[in-house]
Structure formats: C-alpha cells, structure tokens
C-alpha cells in the first residue's frame, strides 16, 4: 500500500540536532532564515531540563539539509551533510526529511571544535544527554514544546504531560526493507496520528538485551509503550487499518 507522505515544503532547509545517547530534535525551515541551532539548543533545554541549552553540541551533533531550485537548471537540488558522531542516523534522517534512500555526505570532524574529551567534560553537568530518553521531535518557535516531562527516571522515558505517544520499533540490521518500514511508519504517524509522539529504532543485533527486555522474539515489531496497556504488532507493518487500530488512533 502506498503511504501519502506528510506535508512538506518543496524547498527548505532542515537542521537536526542528535544528542550523545543518540535523542534527536529538528526542524524544517522554508524560508530558510531561521536561527535554528540557537532554537534547537533551547527547546531541547526545556524538554530535558537542562541548567542552560546545550550549544557545545553545535556543530558536532547535528545534521543539516539543504533543498534549492538551480537558476540555472531549474532542477531542485539537494545537499546533505553529517558530523561522524551522527552518521549513522541516515535511516532517520531520510524518514523526517523525506529524502528515501539519499547518501548523506560526511563533515570533517573539526580538531579542536568537536573534541571528544572536551565533550565528555560536559557530561557531570549534563548527564540527560547521556541517556537516551526515545526522542523524536520537531521544532518549531511558533509553538509550544512543554509538552514533555522527565518525571519517570527509573526507566529513563519522557512521559509527557499531555496525551502523546511512545513507540519502539525493532529491526533485524539495516537495510533497503527496514528504511522502507521507517519511512512508511513515519509518513503514517505524521499524517493520522494528531499527538506529539516519540519513535525509537532499536536493532536487535546491536541491542539484543532490549529485545529481550521488550519480549521481541521476530522482527519487525512495532510496540506501543504509552499510553498503556501495551500493545504491539509482529510481521507486516504494511497494514494501514492494523497499525492505527493498534495505536487507538482508527477514527483519526
């Protein structure tokens, strides 16, 4: 089944900004004017509670996306580009971008500026962006971000305050089919879901203790965490009906 994808502009600029325990939070600007990192830094100050933003993420962490028409082509051009630290987020990246299967070019790793031991001094003060709290969010300054609230510790989740969404997605290694799943699930939970959500990608390969912790015996395997009772589907995720019958979402 072919999925509409969520409204985007034709053209924009799009900054994602990962922190150290591998959350993300990002935007799409089309008018391509905003002070993004800046804003980037402050919400994600808000949602963590942080003692102040974190700007010396900036640029080390972060992802940024440019779309263009070439005056002289009059052909819509892209450019992307990474730091090393967040590389290997592509599949991600292309899921809230919308750009499928694009290479992402690799930024040089700044002497100096992206310092590994440096960063780690920062991590007594800032321990939240150590741990990895299942966040995915867009930015935006027009609107609100105190949405989400850190009150449960123990499990290291942010549990927001008003209706939202938690989801695990669990995959067997990285491939064509399993960026075709996120890109799909993304474009849905966009277009029907009508709350903030968060959606974690967890490779059983890499992180077979979570499996075991979630009860994942196959994969793929999408798991709704909150709201509770928990809930989950194994096998195919093509199924539109199934999915938001799953998430309570049926009548959006």
Not at 57 to 65: R, S
Not at 71 to 90: D, G, L, S
Not at 156 to 166: C, E, S
Not at 198 to 220: G, M, S
Request: charged share 20%; hydrophobic share 40%; net charge negative.
């Amino acid at each position: 089944m072919i999925i509409e994808k969520p409204s985007l502009p034709l053209l924009y600029k799009g900054i994602a900004l990962f922190t150290p325990g591998g959350d993300l939070i990002y935007c799409i600007d089309p008018s391509k004017q905003g002070r993004w990192h800046l804003h980037l830094c402050a919400t994600l100050q808000e949602i963590l509670n942080l003692v102040e933003p974190p700007h010396f993420l900036v640029p080390c962490y972060t992802a940024t996306i440019d779309r263009w028409l070439d005056p002289r082509t009059q052909q819509i051009r892209t450019f992307a580009e990474a730091y090393p630290a967040v590389m290997r987020h592509q599949a991600i990246l292309n899921a809230i971008f919308g750009t499928r299967d694009l290479v992402w070019q690799a930024t040089p790793w700044q002497d100096g500026l992206c310092d590994r031991m440096v960063l780690m001094t920062y991590k007594s003060t800032f321990p939240q962006l150590w741990e990895d709290h299942d966040l995915i969010v867009r930015s935006d300054p027009t609107a609100s971000v105190s949405l989400y609230s850190s009150e449960n510790a123990d499990t290291q989740q942010l549990y927001p305050k008003a209706q939202a969404y938690v989801l695990r997605l669990f995959v067997a290694g990285h491939s064509p089919n399993t960026e075709r799943i996120l890109e799909n699930l993304h474009d849905l939970l966009e277009k029907y879901l009508g709350h903030p959500y968060t959606l974690k990608v967890i490779d059983v390969f890499t992180h077979p203790e979570q499996a075991e912790i979630n009860q994942v015996t196959a994969t793929p395997t999408l798991v709704r965490v909150v709201p509770q009772p928990i809930r989950r589907i194994v096998g195919n995720l093509d199924n539109v009906d199934k999915i938001l019958q799953m998430l309570g979402a049926k009548d959006r």
